[in-house]
């Protein structure tokens, strides 16, 4: 009787899986910066964690986020939020006029 009772019970489940793939790329590099995040440690940061003498240096790092890491810029994420204040846009157009500008005065004066 209880057999067929979780049978019954088992049988009226259902799983669903939902997949969301996330972009592997993170961006440029912007240059170095602590942190503990794994993944952008630096190479020879990893390292340490191998080695027996200077496994514990690592923990102690890891657990102060002193770990010296790959700052990345990435720019589709900046362009939503900076496009949110109108700053990034505007920049860019004053940059493209003044070097627009310094151009057409260095083509004019030579």
């Not at 993170?26 to 794994?38: F, K, P």
């Not at 990893?46 to 200077?54: F, G, R, S």
């Not at 690592?58 to 939020?81: C, I, R, T, V």
């Amino acid at each position: 009787m209880q057999e067929i009772f979780e049978k019954e019970m088992r049988d009226k489940i259902v799983i669903k899986t939902e997949w969301h793939p996330k972009c592997a790329y993170r961006g440029e590099i912007n240059g170095l910066r602590y942190s503990s995040d794994i993944p952008s440690v630096l190479p020879a940061e990893l390292a340490m964690m191998k080695n027996p003498a200077a496994n514990k240096l690592f923990q102690l790092k890891f657990a102060q986020k002193q770990l010296l890491s790959f700052d990345y810029h990435n720019e589709s994420a900046g362009l939503k939020e900076e496009h949110k204040t109108g700053t990034f846009k505007n920049c860019n157009r004053r940059r493209s006029q003044m070097l627009s500008h310094f151009v057409f005065a260095r083509n004019r004066n030579s």
